[in-house]
């Protein structure tokens, strides 16, 4: 499993297995670069319905394919539960399952790349997570502030999540997790990778 920046990432560096299963929402250039090294390649693709779950999108190739795999991924470990899933990479997304495998929704915000990328005048690549406290530098306040927004974020979704559905299970997942997980409620369910 590939877990590092997206702009590091070289198909060199994975092992020739036959088949590849390739789950990409954005990048091209990556997935050209798989079908090439690769002869058989099987690109998911969201489904209204697989095993336990069911999306609730209308259209289900318009939910994106990560975000249908963390589902499913979340529903293995925590079969018949509540989930709130949070995905946090290129972008922070949140998605709730029910426990009778419903999907009811979810949300999309910038990740922190994109956050930290939004001011042009303290435009930055740093994705280092350090403290979201109070800082006195400008560019340690824009790293802080824009890392204290992120998280707010999803604090605020989980502690809405806990308040309507209290035996709900939490799972937390995605590139950025590692720098969050000390700043998040002791009940999320961290995984590496959850896909």
Do not use: C
């Amino acid at each position: 499993v590939f877990s590092q920046s997206v702009d590091k990432f070289s198909e060199k560096s994975l092992p020739d297995n036959q088949p590849v299963w390739l789950s990409a929402v954005a990048h091209p250039q990556i997935v050209e670069a798989i079908n090439m090294k690769f002869s058989d390649v099987e690109v998911v693709k969201s489904l209204s319905h697989f095993g336990s779950l069911t999306i609730a999108y209308k259209e289900p190739l318009d939910l994106g394919s990560d975000r249908f795999l963390a589902m499913l991924g979340a529903l293995k470990h925590f079969p018949d539960r509540n989930l709130l899933i949070i995905d946090v990479g290129s972008a922070l997304t949140i998605d709730v399952v029910n426990d009778n495998g419903e999907h009811q929704g979810g949300l999309i915000m910038p990740g922190l790349e994109a956050i930290r990328g939004s001011f042009a005048k303290f435009a930055t690549n740093n994705q280092n997570l350090n403290s979201s406290s109070l800082q006195v530098s400008t560019e340690e306040a824009w790293l802080s502030g824009t890392q204290k927004m992120l998280i707010s974020s999803i604090k605020e979704q989980i502690t809405g999540f806990e308040s309507e559905q209290p035996d709900g299970i939490v799972t937390l997942t995605g590139g950025s997790v590692r720098s969050l997980i000390s700043e998040l409620p002791e009940t999320v369910n961290y995984f590496d990778n959850l896909v």
